[in-house]
Each structure stands twice: as C-alpha cells, then as structure tokens.
C-alpha cells in the first residue's frame, strides 16, 4: 500500500466503490477506506432494484462484485475508519483509526448516511426481518400486511403515505409525543385512515420463525405487526464538514451538478449529498464525482473512458 495517492475515497458503499473503478479505469491511483460491512447496502438482505440482475440479490453480494471489480482495475481498498481529514497547501492528509496515515491531491467522500437506531429491545436482530428503515427499498415485502411506522416528525408521516402504495394498515406510533406533521401531511394521513398512537414501543418481540411478531409497549400490552419502519432520521458526514468548512444544505453536504463541494480538490456523492437513498442513485453520484476529479487531476475538459 502507498502513502501517496492521486485521490482517497471516504466510504466504500455503492458511490465510493463506483469512483474507485471509474479512477482506477484511468490509471489514477485512488485508495478507498471504509469498512464496507458497516454501509448501508450491505445491510440490505434483498435488493430487487439494482439494475443488471433479473433475479433479486442481496446487498451484501452488490458490494463483494462492486470492490472486485474496482481491484480488477487497479483500486485499493483499507478496511478501516477515518478518523482525520486535514488540507494543507494543495494536498490532503488523511489518519485512519490505526493511526495510518495517506496523503492525497483529492478526495471524495462518500459516508453515506447512517438511519438513527430507536435502541428498542431486539431492534438490531430484526433488521431485515420485519424491521426495516426505508419504505423506497422495503415497502415491497409488506404488501397487505399490518405496519407499523415508528416516529413523529414529516420523515414518518412521508414514509406512512409511501406505505400507502402496499398497505392500507399502517399505524403511527410517536413514542409519547404529540405529532409534529405539516398541516398538509396530517391532512393526507387523516384522510388515508392512518392511525396514530402516541403509546411508547419497548420491544420488538421476535416469533418462532425468527421475524417480528410483537410490539410490546411500556404499559405491557402488545400487539401484532408483520412489519416496523424506524423513521427518525439520519446522522450525517456532519464531523468532515466541520473539520475542513465544507458548506452545508440542511444537514447534507451542498455540492454542485458535478458534486464538487465548496472546497477545492474535495467532491462528495451518494447518500451525504442528500440524494435519493438508492444504491443506484450513490452509484451514479460516485460516477459524477470521479469523472470530475479525473478532469481536475489531467487537467482536461473530456472524458471518453470507451475510446
Ligand atoms: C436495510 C436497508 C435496505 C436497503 N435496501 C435498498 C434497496 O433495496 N435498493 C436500493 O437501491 N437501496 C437500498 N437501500 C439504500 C442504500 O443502501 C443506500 O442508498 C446506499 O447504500 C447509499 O450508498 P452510499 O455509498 O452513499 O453510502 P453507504 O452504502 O452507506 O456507504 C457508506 C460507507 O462509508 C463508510 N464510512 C462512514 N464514515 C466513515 C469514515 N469516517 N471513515 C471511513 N468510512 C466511513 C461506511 O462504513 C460505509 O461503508 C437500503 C438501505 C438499508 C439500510
């Protein structure tokens, strides 16, 4: 492994690994650090809206093909964290959490977004079955069934309409608090027979089959769910921002069309960018990014990777 490359790429989810194999393709040295098992993808048990596979393929099996096609071309990857991300003159210096340190002429950083766990009893054994954070990519498998949607604020009452498109029985629940929906959210809400329950979820009471069966609440009633979406937002690429004054867009890092973020030598994609959480969304992000920084380090206004 070098100590010098032409570009590191925070993250190796579907945007970071994407870059990498557009750098790599055009003999540019480029390094991806991140712990790919930790992204977002590689949670997704069953992914059916990746473009390229007729039948449905897990998240985990998206990443494995993405990074070996990356190193087929030539792009490094580090299975670690980065913990520092400094700019001095030109260059960047980057530090990992085993204390290895990188310098590079670029960056693109691709952490993606990590959902806000709720901390419910068997919340984490139940991701992927019955527990799920996103109706765009698991609203599918609960088709007709009895949902729950866990949260108070527009994120949930969004995600409770994008239910609408699979169930018609869906209930709010908002952990005791009053909800705090746009007049128009709570209208469309009301209007569609969402319900809305303000009783506080301890556990996710996992049946034989090892899926959810059970909400059971702070006073010890319980009631049975096929499905439970945690809607309480996401934590953000917050700390790079900060670290190297990148602006912000709402909690997003605000790039241009070209995802070029206000810093010089530093680009951004997929998830951070506040783009649509989709694996195939992140994957054109990255493109867009790399393409730019190949145009930046060669100094030219063309790429033709096909010639
Ligand atoms: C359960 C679930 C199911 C989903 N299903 C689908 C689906 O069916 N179809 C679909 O298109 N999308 C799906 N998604 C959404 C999709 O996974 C994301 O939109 C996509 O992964 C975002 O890609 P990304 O590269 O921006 O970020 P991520 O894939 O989240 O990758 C970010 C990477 O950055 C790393 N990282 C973060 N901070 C650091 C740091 N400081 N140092 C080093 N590395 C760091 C993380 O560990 C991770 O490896 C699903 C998401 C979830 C959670």
């Known amino acids: 492994m070098k100590k010098e490359y032409d570009c590191v790429i925070v993250g190796a989810g579907p945007a970071g690994i994407?870059?990498?194999?557009?750098?790599?393709?055009t003999q540019l040295s480029c390094l991806v650090i991140g712990k790919w098992k930790l992204g977002n993808l590689y949670k997704a048990h069953i992914v059916g809206n990746y473009p390229g596979f007729s039948n449905d393929v897990s998240g985990a099996f998206l990443i494995d093909e993405m990074i070996k096609q990356a190193k087929r071309f030539g792009a490094e990857f580090l299975e670690e964290e980065i913990i520092a991300v400094d700019k001095k003159g030109d260059n960047f210096f980057i530090s990992t959490d085993t204390k290895k340190e990188f310098k590079s002429k670029t960056l693109i950083l691709c952490p993606g977004r990590a959902y806000k766990m709720s901390n419910i009893k068997n919340e984490k054994e139940l991701i992927g079955k019955g527990v799920s954070y996103c109706v765009t990519c698991d609203g599918f498998f609960f088709k007709n069934k009895k949902v729950a949607l866990l949260g108070s604020k527009n994120l949930a009452a969004g995600e409770a309409l994008e239910l609408l498109t699979y169930t018609k029985d869906i209930t709010i629940f908002t952990n005791?608090?009053?909800?705090?929906?746009?007049?128009?959210?709570?209208?469309?809400?009301?209007?569609?027979?969402?319900?809305?329950?303000?009783?506080?979820v301890v556990e996710f009471k996992m049946g034989d089959g090892g899926f959810l069966e059970y909400l059971v609440f702070e006073n010890g009633d319980r009631e049975k769910f096929d499905g439970a979406f945690i809607a309480l937002g996401t934590t953000s690429a917050l700390n790079f921002a900060t670290r190297l004054g990148l602006e912000?867009?709402?909690?997003?890092?605000?790039?241009?069309?070209?995802?070029?973020t206000n810093l010089d030598g530093v680009w951004a994609a997929g998830d951070c960018i506040g783009s649509n959480a989709q694996a195939v969304v992140s994957a054109g992000d990255g493109c867009s990014a790399a393409i730019s920084v190949i145009k930046y380090i060669k100094g030219k206004n063309v790429y033709l990777d096909y010639e």
């Open 18 to 25: 994407t870059a990498s194999i557009y750098l790599a393709r």
């Open 176 to 200: 005791g608090r009053n909800p705090e929906f746009s007049e128009v959210l709570m209208k469309e809400i009301q209007k569609n027979g969402i319900k809305i329950k303000k009783e506080k």
């Open 248 to 260: 912000l867009s709402d909690t997003n890092l605000k790039v241009d069309k070209n995802c070029k």
